[in-house]
């Protein structure tokens, strides 16, 4: 589930019922490939159900401590409203699921 250059999401012109490999469609506006789509993502973030209402709008951390993670995006088993980044769910840290995963990145 991909945004394509029109917006829309591929899942929602083709039945994909898989991930797909990097690099599989076009890039966005920025040059980025594969921000959204095939899993939702983990972030370090614990859930706070007020998350934003207190946290300063750059680089909010959220709660110290929790008992439940952020996940972040949506993966090829979620409907195409679900396929932007701000989407955000949460889950029990030790969940396992084929649509769930992580982005690798460099600081």
Known sequence: MYL??????????????????????PANGYGLYDMVGNVCEWCWDWYGSN????LPSSNPQGPSSGSLRVLRGGGWFNFAVYCRTANRYYYNPDHVSSGMGFRVVQL
Do not use: D
């Open 51 to 54: 998350y934003y209402a207190p």
């Open 4 to 25: 394509t250059t029109n917006g829309r999401c591929i899942r929602s012109l083709w039945t994909m019922v898989y991930t797909s490999p990097v690099g599989s469609f």
